[in-house]
């Protein structure tokens, strides 16, 4: 399995996400796959992503990730410090 670079973005959008859709955002590399990053997500906070949306933006990725409903976005933001 390839490690993907997996950066969290700390904007009000983002935060508004987490509180409201249960969705992670992350920046990450423009190679990474949504079947990567679905799979680097899981492993690295211990939840299932229920789907994966992907952004190229200013020639840079943006993953925004929903997990499913059991499992709790701000606490993995809590975790990783965001909230």
């Known amino acids: 399995m390839i490690n993907i670079q997996?950066?969290?973005i700390v904007t009000e959008k983002a935060v508004m996400m987490i509180e409201v859709g249960n969705v992670l955002t992350f920046r990450?590399?423009?190679e990474?796959?949504?079947t990567q990053i679905k799979k680097e997500v899981e492993s690295l906070f211990n939840v299932?992503?229920?789907k994966v949306r992907t952004l190229v933006k200013d020639n840079?990725?943006?993953a925004y990730?929903?997990?499913k409903k059991e499992f709790a976005?701000?606490?993995?933001a809590t975790k990783?410090?965001?909230m």
């Open 65 to 67: 990730v929903q997990l």
């Open 32 to 34: 990474a796959t949504k």
């Open 48 to 50: 299932k992503v229920e």
């Open 73 to 76: 976005a701000i606490d993995v």
């Open 6 to 8: 997996l950066r969290p």
């Open 80 to 82: 990783l410090g965001v």
């Open 60 to 62: 840079k990725k943006y």
């Open 28 to 30: 990450t590399e423009k």
